[in-house]
């Protein structure tokens, strides 16, 4: 969930965060904490979790 109400918080997986920053809605610190950790070369390209 992704509104204007700074208390709220957005939660994903590395993958599925970088699929929603690829959005024309998505927010624009969302696109920079991802190009962040690309950059960096700190970000993996699925969530171990995940089972997909």
């Known amino acids: 969930m992704v509104t204007n109400n ?5 939660e994903a997986c590395i993958a599925h ?3 929603y920053a ?3 809605f ?6 920079d ?3 962040a950790l690309d950059t960096a ?3 993996p390209d699925t969530d171990p ?3 997909a």
């Open 26 to 31: 998505a927010p624009q610190w969302l696109k």
């Open 33 to 35: 904490d991802i190009a």
């Open 6 to 10: 700074p208390r709220k918080v957005l």
């Open 22 to 24: 690829a959005l024309w």
């Open 41 to 43: 070369g700190t970000a």
């Open 49 to 51: 979790r995940d089972p």
């Open 17 to 19: 965060a970088r699929e």
